[in-house]
Structures are given as structure tokens and as C-alpha cells.
């Protein structure tokens, strides 16, 4: 070697780079440090001596502000290489031989994780994420199982294509509520204009939709335009089905309901009458038996019940309306109410002038 050769420090990667014929290893050339324009680290060999791989680059990783994950270190992984941290010179024979290399120390060099490129490592890991989605994805496509699995899996099988048919028969179950829905909803806003039109109805009277029946607390609620209303069975001949149209008069600051007309007879589908004699009655509570030794105790849940049962004597006669186990309705079967024949039949005419005008659909059974 000349006296005045110029030398530099370099990372070299490749056997082919370097020529290694006249160089000695010098562990003066220890060093650590980020190369910012290959955009690599690197690391002499004598600082990580009984070290983990893994456990270098994840330090590195978190010196950096990555985050120490599967991914980052497999990344890392990719491109580390057992290089050699060089004293190079400067002169060459050309520009495709080698370098000539005086001085050396064996280092460990990778780059940091790059959004941009994936290494042959990475890329295999991401695969193999990529078939087990795809496997989860698809129960039937399964082929690792495990031959003492296999009526496990015909098990498992029978019971997606069970929940396939019924998830199918639920999705067109709510399809055709919904079309119901609208259509009620369109049906009783051009009832209601129409009848705002016409002016057929007083003020206080307005038409509404069931929208809830509370078996437990005796009471349906009904809904005009966004009001909503709670109205006791009891004020009630009868315990309506859900989306029931009807008509309410209101006091004459329309916030208290006074009486309800239902425009048909349908009723709760799931309910059952029964006649019951009273066994004893006590402040607002009640025991009757129907003809078949079932017992009912029942205690007033609002005023208007409350009201009546203390007009109740041992021994009168109830009708009892159930449904779903609950007491949803209970009326007195000997009482004398002598408006009710002209209420009924002032509701008659209310329905008839309706279905006339052809607001809604008028049923009227041949007994009536």
C-alpha cells in the first residue's frame, strides 16, 4: 500500500464487492449507527456478541418509533445481511472490480421497515394470513380437519345451512313488515288529510295507531302524527292488535283521551277470555275462579281499575282477558250501564259516515 492511499468507510454486503486478499480484521472499526441515505442500520459484530437477531432489531425498532410487532421484525429480517464495516480505498483498476479492502470488522446491517417493499419473508407470512381468512370464510372449503372430526364438522354444516334457511325466512319476514309498515303509515296520513280536508271530525277527535301493548301494566299505546299516547285496558271493550287504527276524543285541552272507537273487531291474537266469580275483595285488590278452578289474584295498576273494584261485592261475575299468562283486561259482567246501548250506537254512525267517504276499509258483522 502506498504511503498517502486515501481511504474511506464503507458497508459492504456483497463478497463480489470486495476484495479481501490483503485485509485484516480491525476492531478499532467498531461502530453502530443509521446510514440516512441507504436508509439502512448497522451494527459491528463485537457489540452484539451473544445476542439474539430478533431481540437487536426490536431494539432498533423501538429506538426508532416502530412498533416491535411480527411484521416490522419480519420486514427486518428480509433484509439483514452479515456484511463487513470496511476501510476501502479509493483507487480502483476500474469501476466493475472490486473494492480493494485494508481493514474490516464483521457487522450486521438491515433496513427499517419501508411501506414500499416487501420481502420474500413478509410476503410469505402474509399469504399464509390471507388462506386462514379465507378458510374462516369459508367453513366448506375446510380441508385440514381431522378424520375423527368428520361428524363433528357434518354437525357443524347442518347447523349453518339451518341458520342460512332461517336467517333467509327472518330477512323476508322483515320485509314484508316493513312493506305493512308503509303501507299503514301511508293509509292513515291520507286518512288523517282527507279528514282535516273534509273537517268530518271534531277538533278534539283524532285518528291513531296501536303502536305497543303492555300486558304487564295493562295498557296499549297509541301514536297520531308524533304524539304518543298510554291508554288503560279498562277503558277499553276490548284488547286490540298491534298497528289497530282507531279514533280518540280528547278533552279541550286534547292531552286526556275520553273515549276510543276502533274501526274493526279484531283482536290481541294470543288472547283468552275467561268468566270468574269473585271470592273476596279488598281496598283496590280482587280473587276470582273461573269454571275450571283457576284462581286470579289482580290489583289495580291505575286509577279508573281502582276505582271500580271498589264498587265490586263477592260474588259478582268477571270477564278476565289473558295473554301471555298476564291479566291484560278484566270488566264487570252484571253491571248495569244504561249509555252504553246509545254509545254504541252513536259509534255505529261515526263509522258508517268513515266508511262511506271511503277513508278506510269499513267491516260490519251481519249481526250488527
Known amino acids: ?16 464487492d470486495a476484495d479481501l486478499s490483503k485485509a485484516s480484521i480491525n476492531k478499532y472499526l467498531s461502530a453502530v449507527d443509521y446510514d440516512s441515505e441507504g436508509k439502512f442500520f448497522y451494527i459491528t ?6 445476542s439474539s437477531p430478533v431481540a437487536i432489531i426490536k431494539s432498533v425498532l423501538d429506538t426508532h418509533g416502530f412498533v416491535a ?36 470488522l464483521p457487522c450486521v446491517r438491515f433496513e427499517l421497515p419501508q411501506k414500499n417493499k ?29 378424520a375423527g372430526d368428520s361428524k363433528a364438522d357434518r354437525q357443524l354444516n347442518k347447523e349453518i345451512k339451518h341458520l342460512k334457511e332461517t336467517n333467509r325466512q327472518l330477512s323476508e319476514q322483515v320485509e314484508a313488515l316493513t312493506r305493512r309498515l308503509i303501507e299503514e303509515q301511508n293509509a292513515a296520513s291520507r286518512a288523517s288529510r282527507a279528514l282535516q280536508s273534509q273537517q268530518a271530525l271534531p277538533e278534539n277527535t283524532r285518528i291513531c295507531r296501536v303502536e305497543h301493548v303492555d300486558f304487564k301494566r295493562r295498557i296499549i299505546r297509541v301514536k297520531s302524527y308524533r304524539k304518543v299516547i298510554d291508554i288503560p285496558t279498562h277503558m277499553l271493550d ?30 290481541l291474537s294470543s288472547l283468552e277470555r275467561r268468566t270468574a266469580e269473585l ?47 298476564y291479566v291484560v283486561r278484566f270488566s264487570v259482567l252484571n253491571s ?33
Not at 1 to 16: G, S, T, V
Not at 75 to 97: G, M, N, P, T
Not at 294 to 310: S, Y
Request: glycine share 4%; net charge negative; hydrophobic share 40%.
Open 45 to 50: 459484530i463485537d457489540r452484539v456478541l451473544f
Open 69 to 104: 410487532n411480527l411484521e416490522n421484525i419480519l420486514s427486518c429480517l428480509d433484509s439483514c445481511v452479515f456484511s463487513i464495516y470496511a476501510k476501502v480505498s479509493d483507487q480502483k483498476e476500474s469501476e466493475s472490480a472490486p473494492a480493494k479492502v485494508n481493514d474490516y
Open 279 to 325: 271470592l273476596y275483595v279488598e281496598g283496590d285488590t280482587f280473587k276470582a275462579r273461573d269454571s275450571m278452578r283457576n284462581e286470579f289474584q289482580i290489583k289495580a295498576v291505575n286509577a279508573m281499575e281502582a276505582d271500580t273494584i271498589k264498587s265490586l261485592r263477592r260474588g259478582m261475575k268477571v270477564l278476565i282477558s289473558v295473554a301471555d299468562d
Open 238 to 267: 276490548k284488547v286490540p292488535d298491534y298497528q289497530a287504527r282507531c279514533l280518540i276524543t280528547f278533552d279541550d285541552d286534547e292531552k286526556v283521551p275520553m273515549g276510543i272507537l276502533f274501526f274493526n273487531s279484531e283482536e
Open 118 to 146: 416487501v420481502g420474500d419473508i413478509l410476503q410469505s407470512f402474509y399469504d399464509e394470513i390471507s388462506r386462514y381468512e379465507s378458510r374462516l370464510a369459508e367453513p366448506k372449503k375446510i380441508s385440514w380437519a381431522a
Open 336 to 368: 248495569n250501564d244504561q249509555q252504553h246501548f246509545q254509545r254504541a250506537i252513536q259509534e255505529q254512525l261515526v263509522v258508517y259516515e268513515i266508511g262511506r267517504n271511503q277513508l278506510v276499509d269499513l267491516k260490519i258483522d251481519d249481526g250488527e
Open 1 to 16: 500500500m502506498a504511503i498517502f492511499e486515501k481511504e474511506n468507510l464503507r458497508i459492504i454486503r456483497d463478497q463480489a
